[in-house]
């Protein structure tokens, strides 16, 4: 499986990016794909999650209510809306598959993931 995850750039505070991550390859047993972010100096971090079929979705607390996660299985792509952001969400993101059953207990740990995409920087000038 390969991740492909476009999007990242220079916003301004107060402003929305949207990233996507296109899967290809042998997606059929993926169970779900998440976003993570990374600043330089600190571990990865969680920020959100999706199982591939189902509704339910996970966030991390720092980005509830201002990013909105969601998928389009046709084209095996999921996206992450990022409204309302501010300096400190500037991190190179990276989206996430995986193929082991998603749970709230281990989908926020990168150990849950199989496959990795290349990253996408976003930066938030305040």
């Known amino acids: 499986v390969q991740l492909q995850a476009s999007g990242g750039g220079l916003v301004q505070a107060g402003g929305s990016q949207r990233l996507s991550c296109a899967a290809s390859?042998?997606?059929?047993?993926?169970?779900?794909m998440g976003w993570f972010r990374q600043v330089p100096g600190k571990e990865r971090e969680f920020v959100a999650a999706m199982p591939r079929i189902g509704t339910i979705t996970f966030y991390a607390d720092s980005v509830k209510g201002r990013f909105t996660i969601s998928r389009d299985n046709a084209e095996n792509t999921v996206y992450l809306q990022m409204n309302s952001l501010k300096p400190e969400d500037t991190a190179v993101y990276y989206c996430?598959?995986?193929?082991?059953?998603?749970?709230?207990?281990?989908?926020?740990?990168?150990?849950?993931?199989?496959?990795w995409g290349q990253g996408t920087l976003v930066t938030v000038s305040s």
């Open positions: 390859g042998r997606t059929f047993n993926l169970s779900g």
């Open positions: 996430a598959a995986a193929v082991e059953i998603f749970s709230s207990v281990t989908v926020s740990s990168e150990g849950h993931y199989a496959y």
